[in-house]
């Protein structure tokens, strides 16, 4: 039963990030259209991330005492919603508002599905269930742009946004259909609130050295992905397909060897995986700006997918550890509001610096901040003692979804 409700999570996940990737190509070139330059880009995005950031750790919290199940029917709803109203837009506001309540739905998806996948992880194979989960997310989202510069080029951009809704319902009917009910068995065990754990996370060194790395690795995800297309066009002239082309590049990438880094994670030094993976983005970042031909950019985003395929497995083994203190949800819904905390600031640092600067200057910018802070991070995880792991401590903490008795 376990494999089962393994398999219907990633499937799930799968179907709803694969319409989440179809707009990546369409979103930047939809909000250009309608007069939105570098900052109004950044602000579309950073509505985003402001939403998600502020309920990710509130869901999560109450996942631990409500279940899992609600909220990721309740975040697949509001996804499919969103597809539908994002052609509407008529003006830069528009898109700033629905992408804002975009963001309340993927604060139900993202960190309650990351919650479900570690109550099921096993102690010591945390890296390798991480990576499942991560493989279902970078297969959607890598697969999702090549499909979304096709239906751009034959049908034009309101159609990769109605696919994004049709995809979302799909998702939605499957878990509402093959995920069991969630059963909440009450052992006893006081659960932080929401501001109680996070305060004990941020003053733990460990921990915070876990968020502030998840933090510093999400800020490259601003222009790489949504300023990547406008980069392309003006220096290349790329179409649709050859945008789509490099973003799935990277994530497929990402996703295929999620596996073997999986594993790798969890028989390694996480530290020093870590640090490879952030050295490889941050290198990519600084060179991206030096690209100068479409196959040189593309080799390029599929180096920067094989650094990230390095740092997710590894960051999300460390989170389910932690999350063994805390409650997966209250862990995961921190670890993602720190993964929002970073493309927040990577919307408007990039924005920023793209009309200050230019747009080669913000990929420089970002890969030497990344970098820092990235090494002081990497410093407080190595500096505390990694927690104990006995075999009980999931057992007591972790809330267990299984199937209600006929």
Not at 163 to 170: D, Q, R
Not at 247 to 265: D, E, K, S, W, Y
Not at 371 to 400: D, F, Q
Request: hydrophobic share 55%; aromatic share 8%.
């Amino acid at each position: 039963m376990q494999g089962h409700l393994l398999v219907i999570l990633l499937l799930s996940i799968f179907i709803a990030l694969l319409g989440i990737g179809i707009i990546v190509p369409v979103m930047p070139v939809f909000a250009a259209s309608l007069g939105a330059g570098g900052l109004a880009l950044g602000l579309i995005i950073a509505a985003f991330s402001i939403t998600r950031g502020i309920f990710q750790p509130i869901v999560g919290n109450l996942s631990d005492r409500w279940g899992r199940k609600m909220f990721l029917v309740c975040g697949l709803l509001v996804y499919a919603l969103v597809g539908l109203a994002m052609p509407e837009a008529t003006s830069v506001l528009n898109l700033i508002v629905i992408r804002a309540f975009h963001g309340v739905g993927s604060a139900m998806i993202v960190p309650v599905a990351m919650a479900c996948v570690s109550d099921l992880a096993p102690v010591g194979q945390e890296g390798r269930y991480m990576g499942l989960l991560n493989i279902a997310i970078f297969t959607g989202i890598g697969s999702g742009p090549l499909l979304g510069g096709f239906f751009t080029d034959l049908w034009g951009m309101a159609s990769a946004f109605y696919a994004m809704a049709g995809l979302s319902s799909l998702a939605l009917l499957l878990v509402v259909f093959q995920l069991p009910a969630p059963e909440r068995r009450d052992l006893g065990i006081r659960r932080l609130g929401i501001m109680e754990a996070l305060r004990s996370m941020l003053c733990r060194r460990r921990t915070g050295g876990i968020l502030l790395a998840r933090m510093a690795t999400m800020i490259i995800m601003v222009p790489t992905m949504a300023f990547l297309p406008l980069l392309m066009h003006q220096w290349f002239g790329s179409s649709g397909m050859e945008i789509g082309l490099v973003i799935a590049c990277r994530t497929l990438v990402n996703a295929l060897l999620q596996t073997p880094f999986g594993r790798m994670a969890d028989r390694r030094d996480k530290a020093v995986l870590l640090l490879t993976g952030c050295l490889v983005i941050s290198i990519v970042m600084c060179l991206v700006p030096l690209a100068g031909a479409f196959w040189q950019l593309l080799a390029l985003f599929v180096l920067l997918g094989m650094g990230e395929a390095i740092i997710w497995p590894t960051l999300g083994a460390y989170a389910t550890e932690e999350g063994r203190r805390y409650g997966q949800g209250t862990m995961m819904g921190v670890f993602s509001l720190a993964m929002s905390v970073g493309v927040f600031c990577g919307s408007l640092g990039a924005g920023f610096t793209m009309d200050l600067l230019g747009l080669r200057w913000s990929f420089f910018i970002i890969g030497v901040l990344v970098l820092a802070l990235s090494l002081v991070a990497i410093g407080l995880i190595r500096g505390s003692a990694a927690p104990a792991a006995p075999a009980t401590i999931e057992r007591k903490l972790a809330l267990i979804t299984t199937p209600q008795k006929d």
